[in-house]
């Protein structure tokens, strides 16, 4: 409750607290997947009901706590289904999150197929192409939430590396 803060491009704010202390509550309202009971979040001045949910996924990267990869390939996992999705934009996303020498080590790489979670992935490897969806398109607000849940040594290289990126991107 009472919670107020704003950021600028480049800015970056860690939320620490206990467990159930409304963490993720507070995420899921800065990203409009849970209503605010008091105030408003804005972007650009504007709150978050005046952008499009298309707008609003061109600038808003997420990487929920509870990791999900959608039935398709890990592209189009990585690219949010993006039906115009760029392979570049998708190769650098999966290197700034360190994952694309595991995904070209899969038989079909970039179009291996996975289930709901993530079938025949580890968590490991389900956190960092979750990562990769989250920087994908170089969004200027990025949401973490528990990101190195899952992670190893490796991921949690990639994940300060991202982090240090989205900071240099602005």
């Known amino acids: 409750q009472g919670v107020s803060f704003e950021l600028k491009a480049g800015d970056a704010l860690g939320i ?3 467990s159930g202390g409304g963490k993720s509550t507070l995420l899921k309202g ?10 408003e979040v804005r972007f650009d001045g504007a709150t978050l009901d ?3 949910k298309e707008q609003q996924s061109q600038f808003i990267g997420y990487l929920p706590q509870d990791i999900d990869l959608f039935p398709g390939t890990i592209a189009q996992n990585i690219s949010r289904f993006d039906p115009a999705a760029d392979a570049e934009k998708i190769r650098g ?11 070209v080590q899969k038989p079909s790489g ?4 996975v289930g709901p979670g993530g079938v025949a992935l580890s968590g490991g490897e389900r956190q960092r192409i979750a990562l990769a969806r989250a920087v994908y398109g170089t969004p200027f607000f990025v949401v973490l939430d528990e990101p190195n849940s899952n992670l190893d040594s490796n991921g949690d290289q ?3 590396r991202a ?4 900071k240099a991107n602005g």
């Open 158 to 160: 990639a994940l300060v």
């Open 30 to 39: 800065l990203l409009g997947l849970r209503p605010c009971v008091r105030g």
């Open 50 to 52: 005046q952008w499009s």
């Open 16 to 18: 620490i607290g206990a």
């Open 93 to 103: 996303a999966a290197e700034l999150a360190m994952v694309h020498e595991l995904v």
């Open 110 to 113: 970039y179009e291996t197929p």
């Open 163 to 166: 982090l240090a990126q989205a």
